[in-house]
């Protein structure tokens, strides 16, 4: 909870020194800066109504209107006021409801629980790159912080990547490698997709296992990820292709 708190602060931040609340936000086509501020503010809302709510087959009716009417104040100190209380809702229903609490969430459950430490750790990532995103907005763009990046490409694999729907291609696997030291294997079959932790490659190491490797930073594999950067940016091994059919992929719910 310590980290959404700090990356919500750190937006908050961004929102305050952007020199327009109307600036566009380039990785986020048609958005501008406020509509931003209330994805990522009505986020933390929806969210703790979810966790709020217990075990449930869908998030709460309730939940889902409020998000759709939500109205926010136009004056920045109005609205930074409103973000900031955003955020303590959704950590006194953190709090509250404990880490191990069951509740809805759209992942697939398979690598990632759907409770409401699971949701914590994804908000963590949410307000991480939509920090990002908003200081590309105000034309001043930071690295994603290295503890948060680490944590980001795993959690990115666990929550948006795996699941049961067969892999409607050849079998094959992706290794991840961040400059800092730590790597991941996602395989991708007909059982799906799951991701494991997986020893850094020593210099100059390849593996035959895998139809891909995607090489850089923690902070950069996860902006690529969360389509913020593309491959081109990075070091890509082995047939790059590949990497074009995961991103294409939609398995079923």
Same mark, same amino acid.
């Given at each position: 909870m310590q980290l959404i708190d700090e990356r919500s602060a750190a937006f908050r931040v961004a929102v305050a020194d952007a020199p327009d609340l109307d600036a566009p936000v380039p990785t986020c086509p048609g958005w501008t800066l406020?509509?931003?501020?209330?994805? !990522? @503010? @009505?986020?933390?809302?929806?969210?703790a109504a979810i966790v709020g709510a217990g075990p449930a087959d869908a998030p709460p009716a309730g939940a889902v209107a409020a998000r759709a009417a939500l109205e926010l104040p136009r004056e920045r100190e109005a609205l930074l006021a409103? !973000?900031?209380?955003? $955020? #303590?809702? !959704?950590?006194?229903? !953190?709090? #509250?409801?404990?880490?191990?609490?069951?509740c809805w969430a759209w992942w697939s459950g398979l690598q990632t629980p759907r409770t409401s430490g699971g949701v914590a750790r994804h908000r963590v990532q949410e307000s991480a790159v939509h920090t990002y995103d908003a200081r590309l907005a105000a034309g001043a763009p930071q690295p994603l912080p290295t503890e948060v990046a680490l944590d980001g490409v795993? #959690?990115?694999?666990? $929550?948006?990547?795996a699941t049961p729907s067969a892999w409607p291609h050849e079998p094959t696997a992706f290794d991840l490698h961040a400059a800092e030291g730590r790597s991941w294997r996602l395989t991708v079959d007909g059982d799906g997709a799951r991701s494991t932790r997986i020893p850094a490659p020593a210099a100059g190491e390849a593996s035959d296992a895998v139809g891909a490797s995607v090489h850089g930073t923690a902070g950069e594999l996860v902006l690529y990820l969360y389509d913020r950067i593309q491959a081109g940016s990075l070091r890509v091994d082995g047939d790059a292709g590949l990497l074009d059919l995961l991103r294409a992929w939609e398995p079923e719910a």
């Open positions: 406020f509509d931003l501020v209330k994805h !990522l @503010g @009505g986020g933390d809302r929806f969210w409103w !973000l900031a209380a955003s $955020t #303590e809702i !959704l950590l006194n229903a !953190l709090r #509250e409801a404990g880490p191990d609490a069951d795993e #959690e990115f694999l666990f $929550t948006c990547v």
